[in-house]
């Protein structure tokens, strides 16, 4: 992350090259895929629909195999914990502004559950690096996730999810709690409120951009931000284009 310049840390990147445009492209088009006639009579069953998908998205970017029915009893440990952050998303929505490390330790619980043997589960789930470095970017970023920027949802988004990519703040299961705390993000601020879109599957479709574009955010150079911020904003309109097609299957 950047380092601040101004009482709103995150401010200087709403004036990197696109970034105002895509976040204007974002907002415009989450409002449609709301807007969908089936979403407006009957947005939960495009929600559920959603979180399954953007669950099992995720889990495949961490090296899940997605080779078996989705009705199937999930095997693998990377799915089921993905599923699991997914599903404890609902439950999280107040924690994530009031105490914001607090949903992100319960995120791990349930992420990393099948990946920590029994002898260590005490110890590592749920549990951040103890580092002096990572518990002060955590903390700043929980300041801002508690209110302490007001630039564009899609920004913030976009910030939670590669500062928490980038960071590893835990032993285990950190790409699937990045994008579920992205995921989380996007619907405590509004911008897509209901959850309707996938952009995780814009992420895997687009994998090796993904882990490109992250490791720019890593490098916090304007450049490396600018990349970081204008993928993740594409991915969403790959994710609006999911939610859409989602809607229509219903109609």
């Not at 969908?36 to 998205?57: F, K, L, S, Y």
């Not at 749920?126 to 630039?151: K, Y």
């Not at 993904?210 to 790959?238: D, M, N």
Request: aromatic share 2%; net charge neutral.
């Amino acid at each position: 992350m950047a380092p601040p310049t101004t009482s709103d840390p995150l401010v200087p990147l709403l004036d990197l090259p696109g970034v105002r445009d895509a976040v204007a492209e974002v907002r415009s088009g989450l409002a449609e895929l709301h807007n969908h006639p089936v979403n407006r009579r009957g947005w939960a069953a495009t929600a559920a629909e959603a979180q399954i998908r953007a669950a099992r998205a995720s889990a495949a970017l961490d090296g899940a195999r997605l080779d078996t029915p989705v009705d199937d009893p999930i095997t693998d440990p990377v799915l089921a914990g993905a599923v699991r952050a997914a599903e404890e998303i609902g439950k999280l929505l107040g924690t994530w502004r009031s105490a914001p490390l607090q949903a992100l330790a319960r995120l791990h619980l349930v992420a990393a559950a099948d990946l920590v043997p029994d002898e260590r589960r005490t110890g590592e789930l749920g549990r951040p690096n103890a580092s002096a470095e990572v518990s002060a970017r955590l903390a700043l970023l929980a300041d801002l996730v508690a209110g302490g920027t007001r630039v564009p949802a899609p920004v913030l988004v976009a910030v939670v999810h590669g500062e928490l990519l980038t960071l590893e703040p835990f032993p285990s299961a950190n790409g699937v709690v990045a994008r579920a705390a992205a995921r989380l993000t996007a619907i405590v601020t509004g911008l897509d409120q209901k959850g309707l879109a996938v952009p995780e599957v814009g992420h895997l479709r687009n994998r090796s951009a993904y882990r490109e574009a992250a490791a720019g955010f890593a490098s916090g150079t304007p450049e490396g931000l600018t990349k970081w911020i204008l993928h993740c904003c594409a991915q969403w309109g790959t994710g609006i284009r999911e939610g859409h097609s989602i809607a229509d299957a219903r109609a």
